[in-house]
């Protein structure tokens, strides 16, 4: 479930989301699968999974996961695998970025360690675009026509123009309306595996955009549980 804005630390809510989520979809699609968190991970937010024991485990636990797969206990469909969010290695700044991919790089090398790396598809996602900036403007904006977006105006003149993400109220203490007008910038991510086809070479302001639900129906879609799991580090 996408948020539209941040939640802060000290809200009530956190721990008690009620809202639908990826978690959800795999229940009710009766798709296996189990949450290793570094400290206290996002599956916490949610209030049907925030103390749900079964799903929410140690990353040390995944070692003894990978080490009974390759002993012939099967996977489970889905993984999720979080970093430390708390000053530790999520890639988030000021944190140094090494640390963040010398995380990964340990994930996928437990994989190997297993022999279990040609089971895995590894989707590796980020929450945020990882800076301040993007060099390519979201598409639809007035910025976007220098890239050759057919959705924005060809005339437009003014390269630093974006549109806001959202519509603010045309009186002052009206609610904002929780409707983008465009995307917002990109949020990196990864897709490895030996099944996995070339990245295309077209320019990344050609290349059709990915959206989050895409995460999902690759889940979703996956094959039966004989065959590769999908792991997500993000």
């Known amino acids: 479930m996408p948020f539209l804005f941040n939640i802060h630390m000290d809200d009530p809510s956190l721990g008690y989301i009620p809202d639908y989520s990826i978690f959800d979809l795999l229940d009710t699609q009766g798709i296996s699968w189990k949450f290793f968190e570094s400290d206290i991970g996002t599956l916490r937010l949610y209030e049907r999974y925030r103390l749900n024991v079964s799903r929410a485990r140690p990353i040390e636990e995944l070692d003894a996961t990978l080490r009974a797969a390759h002993r012939g ?59 301040f900036f993007d060099h390519v403007p979201p598409p639809g904006t007035a910025a976007a026509a220098r890239f050759g977006d057919p959705v924005a105006d060809a005339d437009v003149r003014d390269y630093g123009t974006v549109e806001p993400l959202y519509v603010l109220p045309a009186t002052p203490g009206e609610e904002e309306t929780i409707a983008p007008t465009c995307p917002g910038v990109r949020v990196p991510s990864l897709v490895l595996s030996k099944y996995a086809s070339r990245a295309p070479t077209t320019p990344c302001s050609t290349t059709p955009p990915s959206s989050r639900p895409s995460c999902c129906t690759t889940a979703r879609g996956s094959a039966p549980a004989s065959s590769p799991a999908s792991a997500s580090a993000s």
């Not at 640390?99 to 360690?113: A, L, M, N």
Request: hydrophobic share 35%; proline share 7%.
């Open 73 to 131: 206990s099967g996977l489970p469909r889905v993984m999720f695998i979080e970093p430390q969010f708390l000053y530790g290695n999520d890639d988030h700044p000021p944190m140094d970025i090494q640390q963040g991919q010398k995380f990964i790089r340990q994930v996928i090398g437990k994989f190997i360690e297993h022999g279990q790396l040609h089971r895995a598809l590894f989707v590796i996602t980020y929450d945020e675009h990882g800076g």
